[in-house]
């Protein structure tokens, strides 16, 4: 049974860190491509940030800079280090795994940045 599970969430004040993790079980974690993905109340759910298979990253724009998205397929972890993080970082954020056979999602955590 597939499974992603997500830690690492929390409430930070604006200009603080956190560091998402999410553990997968039940794929072949290294062929598959990684990402994290984020929904704020009453916005539609949009890419952060991608992690290939061959270890290539992608980031959406407003994360540049402040995010880092990594993976160890020594444990099947993907990784989000997220700086300098900003109010409008608050929302729900979901790891996803994909391939051309299949998509998974973890149960999302909540990140919270507020004074």
């Known amino acids: 049974q597939v499974q992603l599970v997500q830690s690492g969430g929390g409430l930070v004040q604006p200009g603080g860190s956190l560091r998402l993790s999410c553990a997968a079980s039940?794929?072949?974690?290294?062929?598959?491509?990684m990402g994290w993905y984020r929904q704020a109340p009453g916005k539609q759910r949009e890419l952060v940030a991608l992690m290939t298979s061959g270890g290539s990253p992608v980031l959406t724009d407003s994360v540049k800079g402040r995010f880092t998205v990594s993976r160890d397929n020594a444990t099947n972890t993907v990784y989000l280090q997220m700086n300098s993080l900003k109010p409008e970082d608050t929302a729900v954020y979901y790891c996803?795994?994909?391939?051309?056979?299949?998509?998974?999602w973890g149960q999302g955590t909540q990140v919270t940045v507020s004074s």
């Open positions: 996803n795994a994909n391939l051309f056979t299949g998509t998974y």
């Open positions: 039940g794929i072949i974690f290294g062929i598959y491509t």
